[in-house]
């Protein structure tokens, strides 16, 4: 039998949209204000094509911003936290620098590179970078010193220290910010889209907007956060099976 965990997200996706069905045919919502979910899958529906090409194209190039701050997160949080001096003089230029709202740095990117993908390639890169460096870093510079002095005593280097108990004691929470970063970087996209974009749901959902076609819009949200759920389930599933052992019972979230 399927466990009441394993139910609970979907009835509780399918009771939110029968209440919010029955919220807009109770109160005779219009569809220019809030359409119904009936409404925004019918449009889903009838501009199938053309969501189909610009989430393609907002998911590639999600996935695209997301590897480099991945591969690039990934080394500045070894080499962050494996120095406390680093740690020290880096972690606040890092939280100065995720504090700037991402939607003023698109002008700048666009004077830089233009309009187009090159854009929004680096948005969904600089608003998911921050877990990942965050998250990896903490999980070096929290060692314990007494496991330091331990494996010190033993005759361990410093780079055997970290590459053979700090990085796999880094590696959950490595894993815990990429479920979190994939879904910023969805964020990073749209709204780099959104600005200054020429394709892409955000783009679309723009396009929508200035004509009110509202129920195009919901349609478009409901494919990100399709997206954004499939890719944070994808992780979960990869986290599970490499740092299961992290999770008291032997399972991640």
Known sequence: MISAIKLAPWLATIGLFVIWELACRAFAIPEFILPAPSQAIAALIEYWPAIWQNAFYTFWVTLFGFGLAVVFGLALGLVTGASALVYAAVYPMLVGFNSIPKVAIVPVLVVWFGIGTVPAVLTAFTISFFPIVVNVATGLATLEPELRDVLRSLGARKIDILLKVGLPRSMP???????????????????????????????????????????????????????????YAIFAVIERRFVGWAFRGGEGV
Request: glycine share 12%; aromatic share 10%; net charge positive.
């Open 173 to 231: 929470y490595f894993f815990a910010s990429l479920k979190v970063a994939v879904t910023l970087a969805f964020v990073g996209t749209v709204i780099s889209e959104t600005v200054a974009g020429n394709a892409g749901m955000g783009h679309l959902m723009l396009t929508a907007s200035s004509s009110f076609r509202v129920p195009l819009v919901f349609a478009g949200l409901l494919v990100i956060a399709a997206m954004g759920v499939g890719m």
